[in-house]
């Protein structure tokens, strides 16, 4: 329980308490968005890259 009032305490929004299982589905959220920033991101590099080396040979 001590473990679980101290997640309470960092994710609690203001004016309502958290259920747990939305507690679950922000989680989920947080997580789906960091993966689909990650996949961005490791797609978006090397593109600019390669456009970098585009401009840069022509």
């Known amino acids: 329980m001590g473990r679980q009032d101290i997640f309470y ?3 609690r929004r203001p ?3 958290l259920s747990r299982a939305h507690f679950k589905v922000q989680l989920q959220l947080n997580f789906t968005t960091v ?24």
């Open 35 to 58: 993966l689909q920033f990650l996949f961005f991101f490791s797609g978006a590099i090397p593109q600019t890259l390669l456009i970098l080396l585009y401009l840069r040979v022509s």
């Open 9 to 11: 305490v960092m994710y």
């Open 15 to 17: 004016a309502r308490p």
